[in-house]
C-alpha cells in the first residue's frame, strides 16, 4: 500500500492504483507506472488453432442470416447460439489443409442442420446476372412435403457478400433464380440450399452444397 509523506498534493511511496512511488538519491519523488505483466508468446498449436478459427468465423459471420434458422431446434437444445453450433461443426468437419496453412472445405460447411428430408440431384448454374437452382420435389416416404419453404444461397468467397431467399419459394416450385451479389471478374461463388418445414419453422433440412462457380471462367 502506498503512504503519502506531506499531504495529498506531496510525493508517496507504495503502490497506489496504477502507480509507484518512490523517492531517488537526490531526494526527488518519482512516480512511475505499475509495470504490467508480460503474458507467455502463444504456442504453434495456439497459433494454428487461431488461424482456424478466424477462417470459420470469417466464413459463418457472412452466412448469419439463414443460421438463426438453420440452427435454431438443434443448437437450442444444446443451449449454444446458432452461429457457435455452426462454427463448432465447421472446425470439427470443414477445415483442409495444414496446421499451419488451413483452409476451409466449403463442401462440408453446412449452415442447418436437421431430420427434414434432402433431396438428390439438386444443381445450381449460372444464367446472366443470376443464379438458376433446380431440384427434385418428391419426398417418397422420407420427412416432409410439397409445401416446405427452400433456403437459397449465393455466398461470394471473395468478398463476403451474400444473396438469399428464406421462404419465399416451396419445394414444390423445383426451380429458383437468386441474383448474384455485389462481384467482381474472378470471384468465387458458393451455392447453398436446405428445406422448412411449412408446419414447424424449426423444423429444417440439413443444408446442401450444391457447386461453385468462379466468375469470367
Known amino acids: 500500500m502506498g503512504k ?20 531517488n538519491k537526490n531526494g526527488e519523488d518519482i512516480i512511475r507506472a505499475k509495470s504490467k505483466k508480460s503474458r507467455p508468446a502463444s504456442s504453434p498449436g495456439q497459433v494454428n488453432q487461431q488461424l482456424k478459427f478466424g477462417l470459420v468465423t470469417g466464413f459463418m459471420q457472412g452466412v448469419n442470416p439463414l443460421l438463426k434458422t438453420g440452427f435454431k431446434q438443434v443448437s437450442s437444445a ?10 463448432r461443426y465447421a472446425l470439427r468437419n470443414a477445415v483442409a489443409g495444414t496446421d499451419a496453412q488451413p483452409e476451409l472445405d466449403y ?27 433446380t431440384w427434385n420435389e418428391m419426398v417418397g416416404s422420407g420427412i416432409g412435403s410439397a409445401s416446405d419453404k427452400v433456403a437459397l444461397l ?3 468467397v471473395s468478398n463476403g457478400e451474400i444473396s438469399y431467399s428464406m421462404g419465399e419459394v416451396l419445394r414444390s416450385a423445383k426451380t429458383a ?18 428445406f422448412q418445414s411449412a408446419s414447424d419453422p424449426t423444423l ?13 471462367e
Not at 7 to 23: E, N, P, R
Not at 108 to 122: T, V
Not at 206 to 212: L, M, R
Request: net charge negative; with cysteine; glycine share 12%.
Open 107 to 133: 463442401s462440408k460447411i453446412i449452415i442447418s442442420d436437421g431430420s427434414l428430408s434432402r433431396i438428390s440431384g439438386a444443381t445450381a448454374i449460372k444464367e446472366g446476372d443470376n443464379i438458376k437452382f
Open 177 to 194: 433464380n437468386l441474383a448474384i451479389p455485389y462481384s467482381e471478374p474472378g470471384d468465387k461463388l458458393l451455392f447453398y440450399l436446405f
Open 4 to 23: 503519502l509523506n506531506l499531504g495529498i498534493l506531496s510525493g508517496f511511496s507504495g503502490t497506489v492504483g496504477t502507480v509507484i512511488g518512490s523517492t
Open 204 to 216: 429444417v433440412s440439413t443444408s446442401q452444397y450444391v457447386g461453385t462457380v468462379t466468375l469470367g
Open 154 to 156: 449465393v455466398y461470394n
Open 78 to 87: 444444446e443451449n449454444l447460439s446458432a452461429h457457435n453450433y455452426a462454427c
